[in-house]
């Protein structure tokens, strides 16, 4: 562990490094500590504003829990002590929301309510950067910042030290306590009066903690050596779990997990086969672990993972080829085997999503995967549907956008689906719909099982194989590629148009550059930055200037504001509000 010191030693200079930083010039590693080195980067990386304090308000916070009753007599019994003292003392949830706070100086708690740093706001590092509370929470261990190694600019003249609480019992971080004053009255004594603080209230909760959750906690740590499958254990006041649980359930699986496991006990069950709400299907083993007093203290519940046998589907999907689409996400090849052993089964289908997920050309894939000399149609109005299902049947069809179709298309289309029903026909066919709250009447009474396909945004991971893939159509030979920092560039964006929106930025490129690899450069200044609210015309005007502009000036901000005409910290806030990544000189 770094050996803390009081204040840094050179004020001046740490200042200087922090502008150098923040203007993304070069810096001397040896005037800056390395975890708040490496607390800068992540702030910035977050594009956490410098130079204002802008934090999420989380009203209506529960007071009535461990961790406060627990704190509330030791924070009441040093705030007795340092009556007076410009210091305050401040308790926070393990996300950063501030529970309690105080201070016993009116100019400090003054200070500190310009700041924000009050009951209800969350100084978590991702929203006022480098900070006591913060990084102690994101290091997991206890963290003094001083003056100037502050992120945000307001908070410059402060000195904080925050050291993370765990439940004595699962061992996780339920909050945190922190020591704030002004920079000047900073010393050792407010480190170690902070990690003081902060083991007392842990003995405090460990004092509290009820007999049955100990003896609960025994046995989860005793299963826990004896397996590593997906593990719970619960009572009515703690849930625990392993890493395999949480990495492996969704948290709505987790929930109803815990339900049945609950009502498999009370009903005197000990195994349970669960379809879970993602479609993962389980087989679940639960144990009540006797209470020191009698009665039970909660239950130990075994997991495993099994294959849904009605569908051929893994509950944790295989990788899975069809040609010509690409992914490996989780959302995205579980709604791939739907779709495939739907057209195994030749069960017709419903498939469901935004515009451009990939609806009718996963459905097309499917069917050459399954039926590569077969015959498929997709086709979009009605006109032609009639022809496909009755007059010269093909082996699959693809109706898309039936939530768009007038109501008596609508009812033509069901008529047209009952003939081929009572005919026998083995043709598979498949709807696609764009908006799920559209009524269509009849129709999806011959779709037994609709299947979400999910956008873009939400398998973002999957764009490392499908820009290769849209490359390598466009630049007819596969000789543009697309550098990391490009893709890190595309991967922030949220993709409201899904696939087509990435095929026509991809074309863009591809119209100016036909062989090398894509650089930052080379997308359009709308992907070089990411806002956190919709942009108005001149603001997006505004925007794409300060792109070109840092990108004439090879990324030295100081040049860019000269070429611009504004201040390097005008520059700088527009920089933070757009969410612009400067290029690397």
Known sequence: MEKARPVPAD????????VQFLTSESIERDRVRDPILASWLRSRHSHVPADRIDLPYVPDQNLDTPLIRAAEPVLERLGEQLDGQPVSLILTDPRGVVLTQRTGDPDLHRHLQSVELAPGFSYGEQFVGTNGIGTALEDGRPTHVFGHEHYAENLENLACAGVPIQDPISGKTIGAVDLTCWRKDAG??????????????????LGNSDIRELALFQAY???????????????????????????????????????????????????????LPTGSKVRMECRAVPGPRGGDAGNVVRVRLLETEDEGISAVPLPMFLPGVVGSATLWLRACHEVDAAYAR????????????????LARCVHQRRNPTGRLHVVDGVSQIRHDLLDDPVDSLIIRHVDHLEPQALRDLAAVLAQVRASGSRMWVAVTVDDDSVDLGDVLGFFPRTVQIPPLRRHID????????????????????????????????????NVPQLYQVLKYVARRKRSGVIQPSDLPAEY??????????????????????????????????????????????????????????
Not at 226 to 237: D, M, Q, V, W
Request: charged share 25%; with cysteine.
């Open 11 to 18: 004020e001046n200079g740490l200042a200087r490094t922090r």
């Open 462 to 497: 999957d764009l490392r194989e499908l820009v290769p893939l849209l490359l390598s159509r466009l630049s007819r030979g596969g000789q543009l590629t697309c550098s990391p920092a490009a893709m890190h560039l595309l991967m922030r964006s949220s993709w409201q148009g």
């Open 528 to 585: 070089r930055a990411v806002a956190r609210r919709p942009l108005n015309r001149l603001e997006s005007i505004e925007r794409d200037a300060i792109v070109h502009s840092l990108e004439d000036a090879d990324g030295n901000k100081n040049r860019a504001a000269r070429l611009l005409g504004m201040s390097r910290a005008t520059l700088y806030r527009k920089i933070h509000e757009y969410g612009i990544v400067a290029p690397v000189k």
């Open 188 to 205: 050792q004594l407010l480190i170690a009066l902070a990690r003081t603080t902060a083991e007392q209230i842990r003995q405090a909760l």
């Open 221 to 275: 740590l005793r299963a826990c050596r004896r397996t590593t499958g997906i593990l719970l254990a619960f009572n009515e006041e703690v849930v625990m779990m392993n890493d395999r649980a949480r990495r492996l359930l969704d948290p709505a699986d987790q929930a109803v997990l815990l339900g049945h496991a609950s009502q498999a006990l009370a009903d005197g069950r000990s195994r349970a086969t669960v379809v």
């Open 346 to 361: 030749g069960e017709w289908l419903a498939l469901e999503g935004e515009r451009g997920v990939g609806k009718s050309t």
